[in-house]
């Protein structure tokens, strides 16, 4: 089993940004693929970023692409999501998850943390 539990959310204005944590436990955390995803009231789940577990290659959702990044310190367990320029719609609760495979624009991964909100005011 893997525990992940996300830190960072809160409330910043428009063009502001945060940066998300998620740290992980249970499994060696250099062996996982690590995802973001969101969810906005009355929306469904909506893939955001992740990040493979061996070459560090990068993928990003098209509403976020050259405004968020993602990254991982295997050393910490942790992986982040840098977040810049935000948008009053990039409010949703954001969620990290976490699976052996990569799953792009996918929500097959094994595993989900609590969820973290982050609010956007225009």
């Known amino acids: 089993q893997v525990q992940l539990v996300e830190s960072g959310g809160g409330l910043v204005q428009a063009g502001g940004s945060l940066r998300l944590s998620c740290a992980a436990s249970?499994?060696?955390?250099?062996?996982?693929?690590m995802h973001w995803f969101r969810q906005a009231p009355g929306k469904e789940r909506e893939f955001v970023a992740a990040?493979?577990?061996?070459?560090?290659?990068?993928h990003y959702g098209n509403p976020v692409k050259g405004r968020f990044t993602i990254s991982r310190d295997n050393a910490k367990s942790t992986v982040y999501l840098q977040m810049n320029s935000l948008k009053p719609e990039d409010t949703a609760v954001y969620y990290c998850?976490?699976?052996?495979?990569?799953?792009?624009?996918?929500?097959?991964?094994?595993?989900w943390g609590q969820g973290t909100q982050v609010t956007v005011s225009s």
């Open positions: 998850a976490a699976d052996l495979r990569l799953h792009v624009g996918s929500e097959s991964c094994d595993y």
């Open positions: 249970g499994r060696t955390f250099s062996n996982l693929a």
């Open positions: 990040l493979s577990r061996s070459d560090d290659r990068t």
